[in-house]
Nanobody, 126 residues
Framework: QVQLVESGGGLVQAGGSLRLSCVAS????????MGWFRQAPGKEREFVGA????????TYSDSVKGRFTVSRDNAKNTVYLQMNSLKPEDTAVYYC???????????????????WGKGTLVTVSS
């Protein structure tokens, strides 16, 4: 069993930066691909970025490519989402997810993902 806890959300002005963290419990973190997703009010959940078990593979949605970076530290059981040049449309609850299949995360197959965090709210003011 893996529990995921996100942190780092908050209120930031447009153009600013935030770094989200997702800490995983358990000793099998390094076996899971990790992903970040977000859901804005009144909108469907969407894929943001993913990282493979060793960090060698990374995938981003077009809406965040070049502004957001996913990284991980397997020694700390933590995955990060560095968000730069934030825009008001980035406002959402951000969730991390874990699955042993990278493609499950990249393809956003939500029902198949093994573990989810409870989310952290990011608000970007204009």
């Amino acid at each position: 069993q893996v529990q995921l806890v996100e942190s780092g959300g908050g209120l930031v002005q447009a153009g600013g930066s935030l770094r989200l963290s997702c800490v995983a419990s358990g000793r099998t973190f390094s076996k899971y691909a990790m992903g970040w997703f977000r859901q804005a009010p009144g909108k469907e959940r969407e894929f943001v970025g993913a990282i493979g078990v060793s960090g060698g593979y990374r995938t981003y949605s077009d809406s965040v490519k070049g502004r957001f970076t996913v990284s991980r530290d397997n020694a700390k059981n933590t995955v990060y989402l560095q968000m730069n040049s934030l825009k008001p449309e980035d406002t959402a609850v951000y969730y991390c997810a874990a699955d042993d299949k990278y493609q499950t995360i990249v393809r956003g197959i939500y029902n198949d993902m093994e573990y989810w965090g409870k989310g952290t709210l990011v608000t970007v003011s204009s």
